[in-house]
């Protein structure tokens, strides 16, 4: 269910509960027939009830449809002098014209369904029927901002995780299967090796990154593959280093699938040079209920352009850990060295 949808639910969940409950107020005269064991419906007295009745379905309207607005967006003085405005304003008015004595016959008004009330009565009743009102808009606008909270945290997950699947560059997925093709005829064990590994990517990304956590061992082999990929265009242009904890401690530790690739393929990406030495390197550490990545790459010619493009290209997953993490996270980055440029991400470790 959409957003929009759950909406339109909601709203008309609770505006069938007011019309079922206001129909059992207009009904109440009938029974009330009923219960007397009268022989005939009296109209008069009906429309004597439903006189006294509608003053309060008035106020139901205008409290419902223009003042609980206010409620919603907290703007409780406003809300409180309208409100008791609104009633006074009602009840003094009929106070003032006398309805109750529109009826001269006495005993005919003393058998209407709802006994005659003195004003302030009336006003507080009033008041208590719009704070009734009021907990029930309440109740249907929690439900209503849950099921969006939901949802749209369902949505952005599935979005960021969308996303991150094809964020692996389609180039690199080009290059890498004309690297292996250009390298059949000259090592063709070696080609059938890399065809594995690309295979294994790709198995990671259809299918284990569509769980909502995986497992850092299968995060730390994908990245595995990924630099033994790119290891075959830059051969030994590159300087790669990539330490991480010991796979039984990795077997056991929980997190977000596809977060780390991110950070490595912006190194990769904006880090590499075929004209000048060039480094990444990354590291993977587990302490204290918190998972550290930091990953640094060289930077060349004080290239301001590249460290934005990096800056643009780590706004996805700030956005994705804003949704996973709230403020329980930290993702910084460091440009004050003219040749390093480094990521940091710190996330807390889930027990799920």
């Known amino acids: 269910m959409n957003i929009r949808s759950a909406f339109r639910t909601i709203w008309l969940g609770e505006n069938i509960l007011y019309a079922f409950v206001w129909a059992a107020i207009y009904l109440i005269p009938f029974m009330n027939a009923h219960l007397m064991s009268e022989e005939a419906i009296d109209f008069g007295k009906v429309i004597i009830s439903w006189v006294k009745i509608t003053p309060y379905f008035f106020i139901f309207l205008v409290h419902n449809y223009l003042l609980t607005p206010l409620l919603m967006r907290n703007r409780y003085g406003w809300y409180i002098i309208l409100l008791i405005g ?20 006495i005993d005919l008004r003393d058998k209407a369904s709802l006994t005659e009330l003195a004003w302030y009565w009336n ?8 704070g009734a009102n009021s907990m029930i808009k309440l109740y249907y606008r929690a439900i209503l901002t849950e099921q969006q909270m939901a949802q749209l945290q369902k949505e952005n997950i ?62 730390v082999e994908f990245l595995n593959s990924y630099i033994r ?12 280093e990539f330490n ?18 991110v950070l490595v ?65 930290m993702l910084t980055t460091d440009n004050s060295d ?10 807390p470790l889930t027990d799920k």
């Open 158 to 219: 599935e979005t960021q995780m969308e996303y991150l699947k094809y964020q692996i560059n389609p180039h690199f997925l080009m290059n890498t299967l004309n690297n292996i093709h250009a390298m059949i005829d000259i090592d063709g064990q070696m080609a059938k090796q890399n065809v594995m590994e690309l295979s294994h990517m790709l198995r990671h990304i259809l299918y284990d990154s569509s769980e909502q956590y995986t497992t850092l061992d299968k995060e």
């Open 86 to 105: 609104l009633v006074v304003a009602v009840f003094g008015t009929i106070e003032v014209l006398d309805f109750r004595y529109w009826q001269g016959d």
């Open 265 to 329: 393929e912006n190194a990769f990406k904006h880090g590499i040079s075929y004209n000048n030495e060039s480094f990444i390197r990354i590291s993977v550490s587990v302490d204290h209920g918190e998972l550290s990545c930091i990953v640094a790459n060289s930077r060349h010619n004080n290239d301001r352009k590249n460290t934005e493009r990096s800056g643009i290209g780590l706004s996805n997953i700030t956005k994705r850990l804003e949704i996973l993490f709230g403020d329980r996270y």
């Open 244 to 261: 991480t904890p010991d796979m039984a401690i990795c077997r056991r530790v929980k997190l977000p699938p596809l977060l780390l690739i």
């Open 229 to 240: 990929l790119m290891k075959i265009r830059y051969i030994d242009e590159v300087n790669i």
């Open 338 to 347: 003219s040749k390093v440029y480094i990521v940091e991400l710190l996330i």
């Open 123 to 130: 006003v507080l009743f009033g008041i208590l029927m719009a």
